[in-house]
């Protein structure tokens, strides 16, 4: 597609249930990336994909997060066992070389997670 | 540690006049900077970048910033603002050494008729 896509656009919740936020980045783009929004907040790094490997998961809040992303293309982002604290928007970008913050980001529209 | 800091929560504008976002910044070496505006219910979209070169940065939508290493600073212009610029800005930068950019934590424009 001509921009990253992502998917629910809104997701409501009960706490302790699992939920699972796909990402589509740009057609090409070897890099990935997932963020945190609170409400009011900066973006929170989450984690970062080169291709299929995740270098960096220093930004896992907790081993309730977890994320997988296949070849170049679809990336998943699954929070088990959600807790309130987890209520976001959680960003996805994408840019098209592999890992360098001088890179352009192109973020998605996010997802708006609610937990109950 | 590497930083960006926007000290401005709220900043309020009348339609028409001018405006300057701020942002500074905290790295040893020469940063990248980028400023992305997100309009409610929407993703981040970049408004323009620095990398080196030309110290005063042209953007999108009559949006400029220039690049002040004496005061580590570089801050988001725009003549004159229209009601659509109504928006959270996010300053963003990184360095040679690192592969993800440190967010600011954003500062919300509110414009009056």
């Known amino acids: 597609g001509a921009g990253v896509s992502q998917s629910p656009s809104n997701k409501v919740t009960e706490k302790g249930k699992d939920v699972e936020l796909r990402c589509d980045p740009i057609s090409g783009h070897t890099a990935l990336y997932w963020y945190r929004q609170r409400l009011g907040q900066g973006l929170e790094f989450l984690i970062y994909?080169?291709?299929?490997?995740?270098?960096?998961k220093s930004g896992l809040p907790s081993d309730r997060f977890s994320a997988e992303r296949t070849g170049e293309s679809v990336s998943t982002l699954t929070i088990q066992r959600t807790q309130q604290e987890d209520s976001a928007v959680y960003l996805c970008a994408s840019s098209l070389k592999t890992g360098n913050s001088a890179d352009t980001q192109y973020f998605g529209p996010g997802t708006r997670l609610t937990v109950l | 540690a590497q930083s960006v800091t926007q000290p401005d929560i709220h900043i309020t504008v009348s339609e028409g006049a001018s405006l300057e976002l701020r942002c500074n910044y905290s790295?040893?070496?020469?940063?990248?900077l980028f400023w992305y505006v997100q309009s409610p219910g929407q993703g981040l979209q970049l408004l323009l970048k620095y990398f080196s070169g030309d110290t005063l940065v042209q953007g999108i939508k009559g949006f400029e910033a220039e690049f002040k290493r004496s005061q580590s600073s570089f801050n988001l212009r725009k003549p004159s603002v229209h009601w659509s610029d109504a928006a959270e800005y996010f300053c963003a930068g990184g360095s040679g050494g690192s592969y993800i950019p440190t967010f600011g934590r954003g500062t919300s424009l509110i414009v009056h008729p």
């Open positions: 790295y040893g070496a020469t940063p990248y």
């Open positions: 994909f080169q291709g299929n490997s995740a270098p960096d």
